[in-house]
């Protein structure tokens, strides 16, 4: 009897410990999952960022590479007298010599595709008094100012920037990569109001008539 007891005292004991090892390794297995989970939610330290930084890199390299390295890249609104230089170009008798084309927009005044007829007209330009009496077919062109204020409102230095600026087809124009063109607007000095007529003068050497969008070039007659 005595025998039998402590028989069964060990196999009580026995199947204890089992159960115990048996709740520690599920407990273990359990620890592990969890923690397997957390790792694979955090970067674990020493592990290669270098795409996360490459990415981040590279971002800021295509932002940079947007800022303009020089400022001929875009026009100058200057918006000033005319200097001395631009003005011994731009005064003198002015006879409308060619069409040049059109800005990439353009309204019915400006009669596309044969633009105004202004063909052979003639314009006067000096430093107290304009008119452009002559542009004969046209009474709404025709201007006769004394005293005109004549301000350059931009100046481009090169072909890219004027193009991007003033929307022209590029063709018509023969603006050269490296020119310097200057936009010219007149305003009445009685009312400080502009007139429908401007002009880029290329190089100090080129006048181009700009008019509802519409350039034609223009040849000196007399100074």
Known sequence: MKKGFLVCITIMLMLSSACENVQTASTTKTSNTSNNSVENTTVPKG???SQTNSTSEHESETDESII?????EYCDGVWTNLDDETEKSFYGTWKVEKLLGFANSYNDASEYPTG???IGDEMIIKKDFFSSKGLK????YQHELK???YRLDFICDNSDSFYRLFQTDPDPLNINNNDTVKY???NDSSTQLGIPLSFFIVNNDRLILLVEAT???????TD
């Open 137 to 140: 077919n046209y009474h709404d």
């Open 147 to 149: 005293n005109p204020l």
């Open 184 to 186: 010219i607007v007149i």
């Open 116 to 118: 105004q007829k202004i």
């Open 47 to 49: 592990a290669d960022t």
């Open 68 to 72: 303009p390295k020089s400022t001929a």
């Open 215 to 221: 350039s034609f070039e223009l040849k000196k007659v």
